[in-house]
C-alpha cells in the first residue's frame, strides 16, 4: 500500500505563499493558524492571494468551530475537510516557528467533478491494474507480457515446490527484476521514474501485485512447504488453547467486543488472496474495524491480544507461512510504515501465542475447592490425605476412611460447573500419579460423564497426555465413544495434534483386540484424517493411513481430507495412498490371494525416504539396519522406532540386534531409492552413510530416468555432486529420459560451479547432445548463461583439440 | 528535483504505566483536532516534519509495556533509529527498567540507534522518587540524551522530539560519511541499473525494511 507524499516546499501554492505573503506567514506563526496547500497535480490556474486566504484555517476552540480566512466555516471530520480529504499533514518548523500543513486532494473552492484524482494512492489489485495500463500504454499490453514473462517463470521453476526459502527468494527476485525492466522500457517509464520516487514506487508495487496475481499463488504454496512444520507445530499449540474465552483477554474485550465477529470475517479471508497487497489490506481492513468500533484508543496491547485471540480461533492452519511470505516476498519492499507496523503486530501475536505466558492465562480456569485446586497444581499428597480421611481445610471430615454415607460421598465426589468430578480434571491438567491415585482407590467412575458427554478419557486424549490416557485404557476406560460433538478421542488425538496419543489408541485396540472405528465422523462430518490433514499433522496422517482409514470418506461439506489439506506434504501422502489403492485393486484382479507384501514393502520405502527427507538420520539408520555412527544405543520399541513412552516399553521384548526393514537399494512407487531423495534434498550425512553402505548410485525413477546425480544437478547441491563423483562408480554421463545428462541440468539451471565440478572432477563429456540434439554448450547458449558457457568453453578448447589430434 | 525524505523509526520503551501511550498521544494530538486522528493512533503514528527545508518522516511505534510482553520487544525495536526510553519520576523502579533497555538495545542494535531518556510525570514533582542528577549522569555515561516531560500539562515533549531528531539526522550523517570514506570509489561501480534499491538503501535509513 502507498500513501501520497509530496514535497510542500516545492508546490507552487506554497511557494506563492512564502514569496508574496511574509506578513501573513509571521501571522500564521504567532497564531498557531493552519495552511491548507492543494496537491500540486489539482492546482490548474495560477495562485492568487484570494486562494491564499481561502486556505488558511483558524481555529476558534471556545465555539468549536473552524473558518477560513476570507471568513467561510468549514468542517473537518474524519480527515476531511467539507469534502475534501487530507492527504497528509505536515509540521513545518522555520527559524525555529512551527505551523502546520494539510496537504489536501484539490482546491476548497473547487467543485468535486472538476478534478481528476485517479490513483493518488495504490490500495487494491483493481488500482495496481488501472495504474500500470494507466501509465504505460494505455492498453493491457503490459498485463499480457508480464503474464508471459511469469508463465515462462513457472514452465522453468517446475519444481518450485521442492525449493528451499533462499531459492525460492533469489528466483522471485529475479523475476520481479525482470518484469520492472520490461516495464520500465514501455513509454519512457525509466526516466520519468527517476524523476518520481512516488510514481516508482507505484510503479513497483503495482508490478509486485500484478506478477504475484499470475504466478497463481505457487510461490506461496512453496512458502507453505518450507513453513509446513513450524505450522503444524503452532497449529498444535493452537488447537490446545481453544478453550480461551474472550473475557480472558480481559481489558480489551469490553472494547471491541462488537467488532469480534465483523473481524473473524475479514480476517478469516487472508487465504483467498494471493497478492501480498491483498493479505495486508486484509489486515488493515480488521485493524480500522477495531478501531472504529471501539470507545476509546486502541494501544499496543490491545491490538496484540485481540489478533492473538483471533489466530486461536480462526479456522486458518498456515499463519507461520503467510508471515513468512508477507515479510521475505514482498519484493518490491516499498510499504508504508503503517503497513510494516501491522506485519510486526501479527508476527508479535503469533510469538505471543507460542509463549507461555498466554498459556498460563489459559489455565487459570476457575476452581474453588480445595479438592479440585490440589488436583490442578498436581499435589498428590494433598488429594491422598483428604482420600486417606485426614480432614480437610475449613471442610468435611470423614466418618471414617471407608466411609460412604451422603455426606461424605459429597465430599469427594465434587464436581465443578460443567459437572467434571476429580477424574475429569486431573485428566485435563496431566498428572498421571493423581489418575492412577484415583483409580487405585476406586472413588470415581472411570467412564463418567460431564455436561458435555465427556469422559475423563477424552480429555486426557485432547489435552496430550498419554500417561494418563494409557492409565485409563488399561482399567477399562471406553476408547472408542463419542461426546456431544461426536468426537472420540480419537478424534480429539488428532485435531489437537497428539501423536502419541492417537498411537496409543490404535495399539491398543489392535493389542487388546478392541474395537475401535478408525472411521468415525464428527458432528460436522470429520474423520481424524480430515482434522489431521486440515492441521498438518503428518505424523498422524501417516499413522492413521496405515490403520486404514478411509481417506475417500466425505464431510458435511462434501471435502474429503486431501481438499482440506494446505501442505505440500500431506498432500503428497494421501495422493499416494490412493496410489496404493490402486496399485491393490491391480494386484487382486490378478491373482485372487494377492498378499500385500509388494504394498507393505512400498510403505515401508517411502517411511525411510521421509525420514531421509525430515534428515533423520538416527531412523533412517534403523530402517536399514546400519548402526548408527553418531549414536551408540537406541532402544528399539514399539510405537515409533524412537518413542520411549510406558506402553512401548511394556509391549516389547527388548530387541538389541539390528534387523534390516528396508533394502538400501529398494524404490518408491516412482522408482526412487534412498539415494535419489537424499541428494535431492541436500542430506549429505546420510547420502555418505548410504555410499558406505554400497548403494547402487545409478539406479534410475521410473518415468524420469533419473540418477541422483541428475537430481543433485537439478536441485543444485554442489557438495552432493561432488560426494557422488568422488564415490568411484557413478556414471557421469547418464541420460535421462529426455536425453539430458547431468551437465545438460546444470548447465540450465545456470550454475557453474556444479559444471565445472562435473567436468574437471567428473570428466563429463561435453559433446553429448540431448534428445533435441542440443550439447550443454547450446542450452548455455539458448539462455544466454555467459558464465556457464565460458566455464565450458574453456575445456572445449582442450577437447576439441583432442578430438582432432585423435581422429587425424 | 525530489528533496530525500529521511525515514525514521522510532520506538517507545519502559516500564508498563510510566506514560508511554499518553506522551505518543500528545505528540499526536493537534488542537484542530476533535476527532479520531487516524485509525490506529495511539499504537501507531506517523508524523511528516519540516525541518528548515529537511523533511522527516517520523513513524513512532509504542510498544506493550507489561512484564508479559517482555519478550516481545526485538520485534517492535529491530531496525529502530531512535528509541525513548520513559521512566516515571515518581516510581524507582522504573529508572532500573530504562538501565536494562539501555543495555539490551546497544545490545541488539549497536551504536547506531540513538538514545533519549525521559522522565514523564514532572507533574508530580513533590512525590519525587528519582534523583535528576543520577539519572542525568547515567544518560551521558551511556550516551543518551536526558529529557523531562509532563504528558499530563503538555511539557517538553514536542522539544524531546525535536532533539532526538536532530541527534538522528546527526547520526545518518556520520553513517554515511564512514561509509563513503570506507568504500571509495568503487562504490559506484556495482551499482545495478535495474533497480536502485539498494543505492537508495545505503544512503538512506529505511523504517520499512523487513530484515
Ligand atoms: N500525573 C501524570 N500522570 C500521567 C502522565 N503521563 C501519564 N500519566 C498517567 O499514567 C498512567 C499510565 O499512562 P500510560 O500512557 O498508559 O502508560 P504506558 O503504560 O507507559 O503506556 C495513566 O493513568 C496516565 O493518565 C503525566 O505526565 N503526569
Ligand atoms: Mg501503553
Known amino acids: 500500500m502507498t500513501s501520497y507524499d509530496e514535497d510542500i516546499q516545492q508546490n507552487v501554492f506554497h511557494q506563492y505563499f512564502i514569496e508574496n505573503h511574509p506578513d501573513l506567514l509571521q501571522k500564521v506563526l504567532q497564531e498557531n493558524w493552519i495552511l491548507c496547500v492543494p496537491r500540486s497535480q489539482s492546482i490548474t490556474d495560477p495562485v492568487t492571494t484570494q486562494d491564499i486566504f481561502d486556505h488558511v484555517l483558524i481555529s476558534n476552540s471556545?465555539?468549536?468551530?473552524?473558518?477560513?480566512l476570507s471568513g467561510a466555516t468549514i468542517h473537518l471530520e474524519n480527515n476531511q475537510l467539507d469534502s475534501v480529504r487530507v492527504l497528509f499533514k505536515e509540521s513545518v518548523y522555520l527559524k525555529g516557528y512551527k505551523y502546520l500543513v494539510y496537504c489536501i486532494?484539490?482546491?476548497?473552492?473547487?467543485?468535486?467533478?472538476?478534478?481528476?484524482?485517479?490513483?493518488?494512492?495504490?490500495?487494491?489489485?483493481?488500482?495496481?491494474?488501472?495504474?500500470?495500463?494507466?501509465?504505460?500504454?494505455?492498453?493491457?499490453?503490459?498485463l499480457t507480457k508480464l503474464t508471459e514473462i511469469c508463465e515462462r517463470f513457472l514452465e522453468a521453476n517446475e519444481n518450485i515446490l521442492y525449493y528451499t526459502l533462499g531459492e525460492l527468494r533469489i528466483s522471485v527476485r529475479e523475476l520481479y527484476d525482470d518484469c520492472v525492466l520490461v516495464t520500465f522500457c514501455m513509454n519512457n517509464l525509466k526516466s520519468r521514474c527517476l524523476r518520481d520516487f512516488s510514481l516508482r514506487n507505484k510503479i513497483k508495487l503495482s508490478v509486485e501485485s500484478i506478477m504475484e496475481n499470475s504466478l497463481n499463488g505457487n510461490v506461496f504454496k512453496a512458502v507453505c512447504t518450507t513453513t509446513s512444520r513450524a505450522d503444524a507445530e503452532f497449529n498444535k499449540t493452537v488447537r490446545n488453547l481453544q478453550g480461551m474465552q474472550l473475557k480472558d483477554f480481559c481489558r480489551t474485550s469490553v472494547k471491541c467486543m462488537y467488532a469480534i465477529g465483523n473481524a473473524r470475517c475479514i480476517l478469516g479471508k487472508l487465504n483467498s488472496h494471493m497478492t501480498i497487497l491483498g493479505k495486508i489490506s486484509c489486515l488493515k481492513n480488521t485493524f480500522e474495524l477495531f478501531s472504529n468500533n471501539s470507545e476509546s484508543n486502541l494501544t499496543s496491547e490491545d491490538l496484540l491480544q485481540l489478533f492473538a485471540f483471533l489466530i486461536i480461533k480462526l479456522n486458518i492452519n498456515n499463519w507461520i507461512a503467510n508471515l513468512v511470505y508477507l515479510q521475505e516476498f514482498s519484493v518490491s519492499a516499498n510499504f508504508n510504515s503503517e503497513t510494516n507496523f501491522l506485519i510486526t503486530t501479527l508476527e508479535a501475536a503469533i510469538e505471543f501465542i507460542k509463549s507461555r505466558s498466554i498459556f498460563e492465562m489459559s489455565c487459570n480456569l476457575e476452581v474453588d475447592n480445595d479438592l479440585l485446586n490440589m488436583i490442578r497444581v498436581g499435589d498428590l499428597d494433598g488429594v491422598a490425605g483428604i482420600f486417606d480421611g485426614r480432614k480437610m481445610r475449613g471442610g468435611h471430615q470423614l466418618c471414617h476412611p471407608l466411609c460412604a454415607c451422603d455426606e461424605c460421598e459429597a465430599a469427594f465426589n465434587l464436581k465443578d460447573s460443567k459437572a467434571r468430578n476429580c477424574l475429569h480434571l486431573a485428566c485435563i491438567y496431566g498428572h498421571p500419579h493423581i489418575v492412577e491415585f484415583l483409580l487405585h482407590k476406586n472413588v470415581v467412575d472411570i467412564n463418567e460423564i460431564d455436561y458435555s458427554n465427556s469422559k475423563p478419557i477424552h480429555y486426557a486424549a485432547s489435552f496430550g497426555h498419554q500417561n494418563a490416557l494409557l492409565l485409563l485404557m488399561h482399567n477399562g476406560g471406553d476408547i472408542d465413544s463419542p461426546n456431544d460433538d461426536g468426537d472420540s478421542p480419537l478424534l480429539l488425538a488428532a485435531e489437537n495434534g497428539h501423536e502419541n496419543c492417537v498411537k496409543a489408541l490404535l495399539f491398543y485396540a489392535e493389542l487388546k483386540n478392541t474395537p475401535i472405528d478408525v472411521n468415525r465422523r464428527n458432528s460436522s462430518g470429520d474423520t481424524a484424517l480430515h482434522l489431521a490433514s486440515n492441521w498438518g499433522f503428518l505424523g498422524i496422517v501417516n499413522t492413521l493411513l496405515q490403520y486404514h482409514i478411509d481417506a475417500t470418506i466425505k464431510n458435511k461439506r462434501n471435502q474429503i481430507a486431501l481438499d482440506l489439506a494446505h501442505n505440500f506434504y500431506v498432500k503428497d501422502i494421501l495422493l499416494n495412498s490412493q496410489k496404493y489403492e490402486k496399485i491393490e485393486d491391480a494386484k487382486i484382479v490378478r491373482e485372487k490371494n494377492a498378499n500385500t507384501k509388494n504394498l507393505d514393502h512400498f510403505k515401508k520405502t517411502d517411511l525411510l525416504l521421509k525420514a531421509i527427507e525430515n534428515n533423520d538420520l538416527q531412523l533412517c539408520c534403523f530402517y536399514l539396519g546400519i548402526a548408527n555412527p553418531l549414536v551408540q544405543t537406541t532402544t528399539v520399541n514399539y510405537c515409533h522406532p524412537l518413542c520411549n513412552c510406558e506402553s512401548c516399553t511394556e509391549l516389547t521384548p527388548e530387541t538389541q540386534t539390528r534387523k534390516q526393514l528396508v533394502n538400501i537399494n529398494s524404490t518408491n512407487c516412482d522408482g526412487l531409492t534412498a539415494l535419489h531423495v537424499a541428494a535431492r534434498f541436500g542430506r549429505k550425512e546420510i547420502l555418505r552413510i548410504l555410499l558406505d553402505s554400497r548403494a547402487d548410485v545409478n539406479m534410475v525413477t521410473h518415468k524420469s530416468r533419473y540418477t541422483p546425480l541428475h537430481l543433485a544437478c537439478h536441485q543444485q547441491r554442489s557438495s552432493i555432486v561432488l560426494e557422488l563423483i568422488q564415490c568411484g562408480s557413478c556414471k557421469i554421463d547418464a541420460t535421462d529420459s529426455r536425453g539430458n545428462t547431468p551437465l545438460h541440468s546444470a548447465c540450465s539451471k545456470n550454475d557453474p560451479k556444479i559444471v565445472n565440478l562435473l567436468i574437471t572432477q567428473g570428466g563429463a563429456d561435453i559433446r553429448i547432445k540431448n534428445s533435441e540434439g542440443k550439447t550443454a554448450l547450446q542450452i548455455a547458449k539458448d539462455k544466454n548463461l555467459l558464465k556457464v558457457m565460458e566455464t565450458i568453453q574453456k575445456h572445449d578448447h582442450i577437447n576439441s583439440d583432442l578430438v582432432y589430434s585423435f581422429e587425424t | 528535483m525530489a528533496t530525500t525524505v529521511h525515514n525514521f523509526k522510532v520506538v517507545l520503551l519502559g516500564k508498563g504505566c510510566v506514560g508511554k501511550t499518553s506522551i505518543v498521544l500528545?505528540?499526536?494530538?493537534?488542537?484542530?483536532?476533535?476527532?479520531?486522528?487516524?485509525?490506529?493512533?495511539?499504537s501507531f503514528l506517523n508524523k511528516k516534519l519540516n525541518i528548515d527545508g529537511k523533511r522527516v518522516n517520523l513513524a513512532i511505534w509504542?510498544?506493550?509495556g507489561q512484564e508479559q510482553f517482555h519478550a516481545l520487544g526485538p520485534l517492535y525495536y529491530r531496525s529502530s533509529n531512535g528509541a525513548i526510553i520513559v521512566y516515571d519520576i515518581t516510581d524507582e523502579d522504573s529508572l532500573v527498567k530504562v538501565k536494562s533497555w539501555v543495555k539490551e538495545l546497544r545490545k541488539m542494535l549497536g551504536s547506531d540507534v540513538s538514545l533519549v531518556i525521559v522522565g514523564n510525570k514532572t507533574d508530580l514533582e513533590k512525590d519525587r522518587h528519582v534523583n535528576l542528577e543520577e539519572a542525568e549522569t547515567y544518560a551521558s555515561k551511556v550516551g543518551a540524551l536526558h529529557w523531562q516531560t509532563s504528558a499530563k500539562r503538555n511539557e517538553g515533549i514536542e522539544e524531546m522530539f525535536l532533539t532526538l531528531i536532530d541527534k538522528m539526522l546527526q547520526r545518518e550523517r556520520e553513517i554515511e560519511d564512514l561509509q563513503v570514506t570506507r568504500q571509495g570509489s568503487n562504490h559506484r561501480k556495482n551499482v545495478v541499473v535495474v533497480d536502485d534499491e539498494q543505492v537508495e538503501n545505503q544512503t538512506k535509513s529505511c523504517c520499512g525494511s523487513n530484515t
Not at chain 1, 471556545?62 to 477560513?68: Q, S
Not at chain 2, 483536532?33 to 487516524?38: A, E
Open chain 1, 62 to 68: 471556545e465555539l468549536g468551530e473552524i473558518k477560513t
Open chain 2, 26 to 42: 500528545r505528540y499526536a494530538e493537534d488542537k484542530f483536532n476533535n476527532d479520531h486522528l487516524s485509525t490506529i493512533q495511539a
Open chain 2, 62 to 64: 509504542d510498544t506493550a
Open chain 1, 105 to 142: 486532494e484539490h482546491p476548497l473552492n473547487l467543485r468535486n467533478s472538476e478534478c481528476d484524482r485517479t490513483n493518488l494512492e495504490i490500495h487494491t489489485f483493481k488500482d495496481c491494474v488501472d495504474f500500470l495500463c494507466r501509465e504505460t500504454t494505455g492498453g493491457t499490453e503490459i
